[in-house]
């Protein structure tokens, strides 16, 4: 699980490239509960939130950006 300090060290392109590779994961997450094969429910949340996470800061940069 990302902490908020640990991606706010990141630039945007590494921030991006951990927000495709979230995406992918959680698409893959969501094949394996359709089809009963998941080991770790929980790590659906967990990726979820990472990737809001992820969003969240992407967010907050942008604003900071557009007010500079």
Known sequence: MAKAEDL???SDDQLIADL???KRE????RFQAAT????RPARIREVRRDIARI???RGER???????
């Open 36 to 39: 009963n094969q998941l080991e």
């Open 8 to 10: 706010r060290v990141k």
């Open 26 to 29: 959680a698409f893959n997450l």
């Open 62 to 68: 942008a604003r900071a950006a557009a007010k500079a």
């Open 55 to 57: 969003e969240t800061l």
């Open 20 to 22: 495709v590779e979230l």
